[in-house]
């Protein structure tokens, strides 16, 4: 089973865009876990950015600033 750390974004939710951060696994990429919720593109990509060091995990960004 192949892990990787997934960002995606904008969302829409509410009045503000947000983006999204999870480790997913499989074909699927479905989330292995707990998926983080942004409201910054900087701050979500930083959180990815640490999160693929940490866990040693190839990055794939499907995110845009706004």
């Known amino acids: 089973m192949n892990h990787c750390i997934r960002m995606t974004g904008p969302h829409r939710e509410g009045q ?3 983006w999204r951060v999870a480790v997913v696994a499989g074909e699927e990429q ?5 998926v983080y919720t942004v409201h ?3 701050r979500a990509a ?3 950015c640490n999160m ?5 995990l190839y990055l794939h960004l499907e995110a845009l600033p706004r």
């Open 46 to 48: 930083a959180l990815s």
């Open 30 to 34: 479905s989330p292995a876990g707990i």
């Open 16 to 18: 503000r865009p947000v």
């Open 52 to 56: 693929a060091r940490d866990r040693r």
């Open 40 to 42: 910054s593109y900087g």
